[in-house]
């Protein structure tokens, strides 16, 4: 017994360096597995697209959970209970969405509907790292700009977190990616119906109030808007580093141009040929 008892701890010491190099391997393995997925993620961002895949009539997931600019956790149900403009921006943003926004601002007294009764807005940030701070700065600041009343409960500013965010982004065909601090992403913004159903999209970065009534008037109507990603890719590029549409004037005029050529040879030959008889 008493031999037992000394084998014991030489034992253990002679089993403590393993453990502890097992120990070290697991982490180490565990540190590589979560920087190889560090890294397969930073690929796959520097991979994607921004561009605008239009889903109109599709729904989105009402059921995801944000939080608002007072800091209360939100579904979307609780917002989208009539038809609903939704803008996606980040609050950080000093170029577009801030035009984007204001832009907005400066139509909503021009809409014949009444805000908070006929339709709400709801700003999301697609930046999960921003707070509910920034969220009820920006809320204050274009409330603000509207230089009119307007019920504070009818435009909502939220944040959210990266899988909630994506869930509602890829639901509406809206992809974008993150570049150093900035992201680069469509300026669009979508009208849902009550039932959450995408019935327009109104892209650029400013807001035509007849547009945006219009819109409004159909998702209260539950109808769906014609789709203009057909013309947009004709008629305008994307540009990302300007994070603007850009007319394709040589594309529209060229083909202005072979229209009226057309139509002119086709006048040409029936009118030689009414000669002719």
């Known amino acids: 017994m008493r031999r037992l008892c000394l084998l014991i701890p ?25 920087h190889d997925h560090d890294k397969m993620q930073a690929m796959a961002e520097a991979d994607a697209k921004v561009e ?15 939080t608002d600019s007072t800091g209360q956790t939100v579904q979307l149900a609780q917002l989208i209970d009539r038809p609903t403009l939704i803008v996606p921006v980040y609050y950080e943003c000093r170029n577009v969405c801030n035009f984007l ?12 509907l009444a805000a908070g009764e006929d339709f709400n807005i709801v700003t999301f940030s697609i930046d999960p790292g921003e707070t509910t701070a920034q969220a009820a700065h920006s809320k204050k600041t274009f409330l603000t700009a509207i230089q009119a009343p307007f ?10 977190n990266q899988e909630t965010i994506r869930r509602l982004t890829d639901a509406a065909g809206y992809y974008y990616k993150k570049e150093g601090v900035d992201f680069l992403h469509p300026i669009v913004a979508f009208v849902v119906s009550e039932e959450g159903k995408i019935v327009r999209y109104l892209t650029g970065q400013r807001f035509v109030p007849l547009d945006l009534s219009m819109a409004l008037l159909e998702a209260s109507e539950n109808r769906i808007g014609l789709p203009i990603r057909k013309a947009l890719e004709f008629c305008f590029s994307y540009d990302p580093q300007g994070r603007k549409y850009v007319f394709n004037l040589l594309r529209v005029s060229g083909t202005v141009i072979l229209l009226t050529l057309g ?8 009118s030689g040929r009414k000669k002719k008889s």
């Not at 605008?52 to 944000?66: D, N, T």
């Not at 926004?101 to 014949?112: I, Q």
């Not at 019920?151 to 959210?160: K, Q, R, S, V």
Request: aromatic share 8%; no cysteine.
């Open 101 to 112: 926004l204001g832009g907005l601002a400066k139509v909503l007294p021009e809409v014949k």
């Open 10 to 34: 030489l034992l253990l010491l002679l089993t403590l360096p393993a453990v502890a190099n097992m120990a070290h391997d697991d982490h180490k393995q565990m540190a590589d597995k979560s």
């Open 263 to 270: 139509s002119f040879l086709t006048y040409l030959i029936l």
């Open 151 to 160: 019920p504070a409960g009818a435009w909502h500013f939220l944040t959210g």
């Open 52 to 66: 605008l895949i239009e889903q109109l009539g599709q729904p989105i997931p009402l059921e995801l959970e944000f």
